[in-house]
Antibody, heavy 115, light 109 residues
């Protein structure tokens, strides 16, 4: 069974950092592009960042460019999102999602930025 | 960025047809491949793929769900609507970095 399990979320103060992880199983992780997508409480879906299968191509939404870094470790079947200079508007449920076309989603991890 | 526009709410009666539309600010088709996908999201759950590349039913999805469209105009149809279909529905394009419609909440009339 294909599974994506996010971790690393929590409550963090504005300006601080947090690193999310997404452990993949049930498929050959190194064959797929991966994404982080977020959903603020009661709101829609917002793409955050994408990384190609070999990390050759990386893209960010303008709202997080320069503050967030997406990376992956294919040997560990794990996707990461390093978030720095966090703001209140970064508060959201963060999903890890597989693919470069239609997406397969993890269950999400909550990040709350508040003092 | 490609902007996707959806109506926020659609109210239909049980057993009737629901038609949810998604309009893109520019074509999301490449060489007749329509790079538009549809998801269902119920409260407290992650989005679930319903339709990929505009008209292909994802694995395990009931045949009452169907998709159509090309270029900039796409439609998700649910026929007949069942109580379990109450959810938010999002379109997503993959011609460029992913963008999503703002979602359509399906309600029972």
């Amino acid at each position: 069974e294909v599974q994506l399990v996010e971790s690393g979320g929590g409550l963090v103060q504005p300006g601080r950092s947090l690193k999310l992880s997404c452990l993949a199983s049930g498929f050959t992780f190194s064959n797929y592009g991966m994404n982080w997508i977020r959903q603020a409480p009661g709101k829609g879906l917002e793409w955050v960042a994408s990384i190609s299968s070999s990390s050759s191509y990386i893209y960010y939404a303008d709202t997080v460019k320069g503050r967030f870094t997406i990376s992956r470790d294919n040997a560990k079947n794990t996707l990461y999102l390093q978030m720095t200079s966090l703001r209140s508007e970064d508060t959201a449920l963060y999903y890890c999602a597989r693919g470069t076309g239609p997406l397969l989603w993890g269950q999400g991890v909550m990040v709350t930025v508040s003092s | 960025d490609i902007v996707l526009t959806q109506s926020p709410v659609l109210a239909v009666s049980l057993g009737q047809r629901a038609t949810i539309s998604c309009r893109a600010s520019q074509s999301v088709s490449i060489s007749s491949i329509n790079l538009m996908h549809w998801y269902q999201q119920k409260p407290g759950q992650q989005p679930k793929l319903l339709i990929y590349r505009a008209s292909n039913l994802a694995s395990g999805i009931p045949a009452r769900f169907s998709g159509s469209g090309s270029g900039t105009d796409f439609t998700l149809t649910i026929d007949p609507v069942q109580a379990d279909d109450i959810a938010a529905y999002y379109c997503q394009q993959s011609r460029e970095s992913p963008t999503f419609g703002s979602g359509t909440k399906l309600e029972i009339k």
